[in-house]
C-alpha cells in the first residue's frame, strides 16, 4: 500500500512539477514573519495573530512554511512541533477526516525505519540549516519538499460570516500558536531554535487539494450483544456496554454515545462497545421488555437512565441526566453513527456536507448504506438548538457542546431513529414531517409591497413602514409614533382592500431591534455613531456609553443583550442606512419581560386600530447560527443550560443565556396571539424549539443569505441550499430573489425569478418573492400564480406533491386521485405558459399524468 501512494505522489510530483508545499496554485494573502522560538523546556510558544479570513468558494484555506530546528548540517527528525489554531490541534486528520499535511500524505520514509508525521497532534520536525538543497540523506521520501509543510487549516480558521444584507456578523481574530516541545535537558543544554520561516497563508484550488487527500475508513468494531429485539423491518441489539447496533436486511449500523466529565483532562463516559476512558463507578446496567431497553450509567458527576422504545417505523430514544452533585456541571455529548464503509448517499440538515452548526431548524443526519439507510433526529430544544454535526468518512457525529445541568437538576434528551429498508433522504424527512404534524396549508403568493398588479396573483402583502423599527418620520427623526404611522399606512391599506377583496395585508414587525435616534438622549453624542461601513451588529458600549443610554431605555432593561459586567450590547450596523444618530437595541423576548409584552401590543395595535389581517415578524428564532452569534446570548445571567466548556478539561468556563432558548414559550404564545385573532402569520426563519414547531404559521429563511449565483447555471440543475433544506421541517417556502442583485439581470430578470423558483423546487420547497415585479416586456408571474394554496403531502427534490396540486420542475410519472380531471400547465423560464398538450389518462379513481419537460428550465403545475 506505501509503495502505492509513493508512486501516487511521484506522478502528482511529476504532475505539478516542482515540490507540493510550492505549488504555484497557492494564492497567498497573508505573509508572517519569521518566528524563532527557543528549546527551553519543551514548551516555549509564539503566538501570531491574524484578522478573519474570507471565504472563497472552491478554494481550501491553506498555509505553508519551513520547520526545522537549527544546526549547521542535517542530523534527523522527531515530533517536536505544535501548532494550535483557535484553540484546536493542527493534528493529523481535519475534521472531514482527510489528511491535513497535503505535502507528504505518507510516512516518512528513512533508511533506519519509518516514521508518521503526527504523534499526538505533533509533528515530525526535522534537524538541519533549513537549506532545501541538504536534506538528511537517510531520508529517502519527500527530499523534494526539503523542510516545508503544507497543511489544510480550513476546518479550524475563522472566516467572516456575512449576513442578511450583507452585514458581518461575525469576524472572529485567527491565533496560531507554534510551539517547541524540545526540552533543552534531551540535547544536553545546547542553544538550539525552533525555527519558522516564509509563514504564508491562502487559498489552492479544492480539485488540486483533493488529489493529495486520503480518507481513512474508522474501524467498525465488534460488540458483545447483551439485548436484542427483533422488529419486522430491522433488528436492535444492546452491547454489554450500552452500544446499540442496528441492523436492516444484513446492512448494520452503531450507535455509540458519549458524555464528557470534568478533570485535570477532560474523560468520557460512554455507552459503546468497551470501557475505555469511562469512570470506575460507570458500568452500564441493562434492562429489556418487549420492546423497550433500559440502560443505566452512573458517574462522579451524574447519572444517566436511557430508554430505547420501538416501534415498527422507528426508535425513540431518551436520555435523562440527573446531576447528583453540589455544583454545575458541563457535559459535552456526541452521539456517533458508524457505518462499515463510506455510505452511497449522506445528508446533515439536509445537504451533502461535512460539518454544520446551528441546525435547529432540521436537526437531522441522514446516511444510505448500500441499499438501506436510517435517519437521526433530534426532538428536544437543547438538542436542537446546541446541536452541529460532521462527517468523517464512514462515521457522522451529532454533538451538544455548550450543556451543563445545575446542581440538583435533571433534563431528558429525546431523539429518534428511522431505519429503512428502503427510499432515500427524502422518505425519511417526509415520515418526520408526518410525525412533527407540520403538513397544513399555506397560502400565497407573498409579497413585500403595497403595488396592485393583477397579473401577479397576490394574496398576501406585506406592507411599511416597519414599525418602533428602521423606519423614521421625516419631520422628527424619531420612529413613527402611533398616529404618524396609521397615517402613513391607511391608505396603502385602503388601496389593497377596494382594489382587491380577497388580500390579505399584514404589517411588519422586527423581532430583536428597536431604533432610537440618539438626539433625543441626554448625552447622546457619546454614544456610537451608526454605519453602514463601520457599524457593528453585536456592538459593545464601554460603561459610560451603557449607563447614557440605560437611563433613556429603564422600560427595557428586563430585555436587553448585556454583557457580564452589565454594558450594554447594541447595533450600530442597520441604523447606519438611517444616518450616524441612530442606535439599535438588540432585545429579546421572554414571557413576562417588556420586549414580549411590547410585542402583544404593537400586535393588537396593527390589527385592533389600524385594522390588518396579521403580522410579519423579522428574525424571529435569534437561533438560526451557531451558539456565539452576538444577537442570541445575554450574559449578566445564566439559563440554567447554556455554557461554554474548555475541551481540555471539561469544566465550565462561561455561563450566559441562550435568548433563543428561554423566548421559546414567548414566540409560541405571540404566534397564537395572532392566530386568536384570526390572523395569519408570516416570519423569517424557520421553528428552532417544539413550542413553535406545530403552529400554523407561514415560515421561511432568505435565499440570498447564501451566496448562489443564479445566472450561472440558468440551463442546468441548480445546487443545494442549506436555507432550504433547513425549512423540511416547517412550511416548506423560501423568500426569494431581487434580480438586481445578480450580474446581467436587466437581460435576464424573470429568469432569475424563475430559476430561483427552481431551485426551491430541486430542494423541496415553495416560493414567496421579495423583489417580486417582473417588467412586463421581461416575462411573466406564471407558475407562482398557480403555486398556492398548498398543503403538503410529501416534499421532494424537484417536485413537491400537495392535496391541491403538485409542483415539479423535473419529469415525471404522477399518480393523483381526483374526481375532476386534472389541470396541467408548463412555463418556461421566463414564466410564461408553454401550449403543451399532456392528456391525464384516467385509471379507476386516479389519473395517470406522465410529465415530460426540460428538466430544472421548466416547471409544471398539475391542478386537481
Known amino acids: 500500500m506505501k509503495k502505492v501512494i509513493c508512486l501516487f505522489f511521484v506522478f502528482q510530483f511529476l504532475l505539478f512539477c516542482e515540490p507540493v508545499a510550492k505549488l504555484k496554485d497557492f494564492e497567498v494573502i497573508w505573509k508572517g514573519n519569521e518566528i524563532r522560538i527557543p528549546t527551553v523546556d519543551g514548551n516555549t510558544s509564539q503566538t501570531v495573530k491574524i484578522p478573519a479570513f474570507k471565504k472563497e468558494k472552491n478554494k481550501i484555506l491553506c498555509m505553508r512554511f519551513k520547520a526545522y530546528l537549527e544546526m549547521e548540517s542535517p542530523g534527523g527528525w522527531n515530533p517536536y512541533l505544535l501548532i494550535e489554531m483557535n484553540g484546536k490541534i493542527l493534528d493529523e486528520k481535519t475534521e ?20 508518521e508525521w503526527f504523534r499526538n497532534g505533533i509533528i515530525l520536525t526535522l534537524f538541519g540549516p533549513g537549506d532545501d538543497k541538504v536534506v538528511d ?50 540535547i544536553g543544554g545546547k542553544k538550539m531554535d525552533m525555527v519558522i520561516k516564509e509563514i504564508e497563508i491562502g487559498y489552492l484550488p479544492e480539485e488540486i487539494v483533493k488529489k493529495f487527500m486520503k480518507i481513512s475508513l474508522e474501524n467498525y468494531p465488534e460488540m458483545k450483544v447483551k439485548k436484542e429485539i427483533k422488529m419486522k423491518n430491522y433488528t436492535l441489539k444492546v452491547g454489554e456496554y450500552g452500544g446499540i447496533e442496528i441492523e436492516i436486511d444484513g446492512e448494520k449500523y452503531l450507535i455509540l454515545s458519549e458524555f464528557s466529565y470534568p478533570g485535570e483532562k477532560i474523560g468520557y463516559n460512554k455507552f ?26 452512573k458517574g462522579k458527576n451524574y447519572e444517566i437512565e436511557r430508554k430505547i422504545r420501538l416501534n415498527e417505523n422507528k426508535i425513540e430514544i431518551e436520555d435523562k441526566i440527573e446531576n447528583i452533585i453540589n455544583e454545575d456541571t458541563g457535559v459535552i455529548i456526541n452521539h456517533k453513527i458508524l457505518n462499515p464503509e463510506i455510505p452511497s448517499d449522506y445528508r446533515i440538515c439536509g445537504i451533502k456536507t461535512e460539518v454544520l452548526q446551528g441546525i435547529a431548524e432540521n436537526p437531522s443526519i441522514y446516511l444510505l448504506f448500500k441499499k ?35 446542581k440538583g437538576k435533571k433534563y431528558t434528551f429525546k431523539y429518534s431513529i428511522y431505519p429503512q429498508k428502503e427510499g432515500n433522504y427524502w422518505t425519511f424527512i417526509n415520515k418526520v414531517r408526518n410525525d412533527w404534524d407540520v403538513n397544513y396549508t399555506i397560502d400565497g403568493p407573498f409579497v413585500f409591497s403595497s403595488k396592485i398588479i393583477p397579473e401577479r396573483k397576490t394574496k398576501i402583502y406585506s406592507i411599511g413602514p416597519w414599525l418602533d423599527y428602521y423606519n423614521v418620520d421625516p419631520q422628527t427623526k424619531s420612529v413613527y409614533t402611533r398616529e404618524k404611522y396609521k397615517e402613513s399606512v391607511l391608505p396603502q391599506l385602503k388601496n389593497i382592500k377596494e382594489s382587491q377583496a380577497d388580500a390579505k395585508v399584514i404589517g411588519k414587525l422586527e423581532t430583536n431591534l428597536i431604533t432610537i435616534y440618539t438626539k433625543d438622549i441626554k448625552d447622546g453624542e457619546k454614544l456610537p455613531k451608526a454605519s453602514r461601513t463601520e457599524g457593528k451588529y453585536g456592538y459593545i458600549l464601554n460603561e459610560e456609553q451603557s449607563k447614557i443610554l440605560k437611563e433613556y431605555i429603564k422600560e427595557w432593561m428586563d430585555s436587553v443583550l448585556m454583557t457580564e459586567d452589565g454594558r450594554l450590547i447594541v447595533d450600530t450596523y442597520y441604523p447606519g442606512y438611517l444616518g450616524p444618530d441612530y442606535i439599535d437595541l438588540l432585545v429579546y423576548p421572554e414571557v413576562g419581560n417588556y420586549r414580549f409584552k411590547k410585542f402583544i401590543e404593537q400586535i393588537d395595535f396593527l390589527m385592533n386600530e389600524v385594522g390588518m389581517d396579521g403580522v410579519y415578524i423579522d428574525q424571529y428564532t435569534l437561533s438560526w447560527g451557531p451558539i456565539g452569534r452576538m444577537d442570541r446570548h445575554t450574559y449578566e445571567k445564566w439559563d440554567g443550560y447554556t455554557v461554554d466548556i474548555d475541551e481540555k478539561t471539561g469544566k465550565i468556563t462561561r455561563k450566559y443565556t441562550d435568548c433563543g432558548l428561554v423566548g421559546a414559550e414567548a414566540r409560541k404564545k405571540i404566534i397564537e396571539h395572532v392566530l386568536s385573532k384570526g390572523g395569519i402569520v408570516v416570519i423569517n426563519s424557520f421553528p428552532s424549539t417544539n413550542e413553535e414547531q406545530k403552529l400554523h404559521a407561514y415560515r421561511f429563511a432568505e435565499f440570498e443569505n447564501e451566496n448562489i449565483d443564479l445566472v450561472s447555471f440558468l440551463d442546468k440543475k441548480p445546487p443545494e441550499n442549506i436555507w432550504c433544506t433547513k425549512g423540511h421541517l416547517s412550511s416548506p417556502i423560501i423568500l426569494g430573489v431581487r434580480p438586481q442583485r445578480f450580474r446581467d439581470y436587466d437581460k435576464y430578470w424573470a429568469e432569475i425569478i424563475m430559476k430561483a423558483v427552481i431551485t426551491g423546487l430541486r430542494n423541496g420547497v415553495l ?22 394554496p398548498f398543503t403538503p403531502v410529501e416534499i421532494n427534490e424537484g417536485y413537491l406533491i400537495g392535496k391541491e396540486r403538485i409542483i415539479t420542475c423535473i419529469s415525471k410519472k404522477f399518480e393523483v386521485k381526483s374526481k375532476t380531471k386534472p389541470v396541467i400547465h408548463v412555463f418556461d423560464l421566463k414564466g410564461k405558459e408553454k401550449d403543451v398538450k399532456i392528456e391525464p389518462v384516467k385509471k379507476g379513481n386516479n389519473w395517470i399524468i406522465d410529465i415530460k419537460i426540460n428538466d430544472w428550465n421548466e416547471i409544471s403545475v398539475i391542478e386537481f
Open 767 to 788: 416560493y414567496y418573492y421579495y423583489g417580486s415585479e417582473i417588467p412586463k416586456e421581461k416575462g411573466e408571474y406564471g407558475p407562482i400564480n398557480h403555486m398556492f
Open 137 to 186: 540523506e537517510r531520508i529517502i521520501n519527500y527530499r523534494e519538499e526539503g523542510y516545508w509543510y503544507l497543511l489544510n487549516i480550513e476546518d479550524v480558521a475563522n472566516f467572516i460570516e456575512i449576513g442578511a444584507d450583507e452585514r458581518i456578523e461575525s469576524a472572529k481574530e485567527n491565533e496560531i500558536k507554534f510551539t517547541n516541545k524540545l526540552k533543552s535537558e534531551w
Open 96 to 115: 472531514k477526516g482527510e489528511y491535513r499535511l497535503l505535502n507528504r500524505i505518507s510516512p516518512l520514509e528513512t533508511t533506519i525505519g519509518t516514521k
Open 372 to 406: 438501506t439507510g436510517i435517519g437521526f433526529i433530534c426532538e428536544d430544544n437543547i438538542s436542537r438548538l446546541q446541536g452541529e454535526a460532521k462527517r468523517k468518512a464512514n462515521s457522522f457525529i451529532y454533538s451538544i457542546k455548550h450543556f451543563a445541568i445545575g
Open 272 to 297: 459503546s462497545y468497551n470501557i475505555e476512558g469511562n469512570e470506575k463507578t460507570w458500568i452500564p446496567q441493562i434492562t429489556s421488555g418487549i420492546k423497550e431497553i433500559k440502560i443505566k450509567g
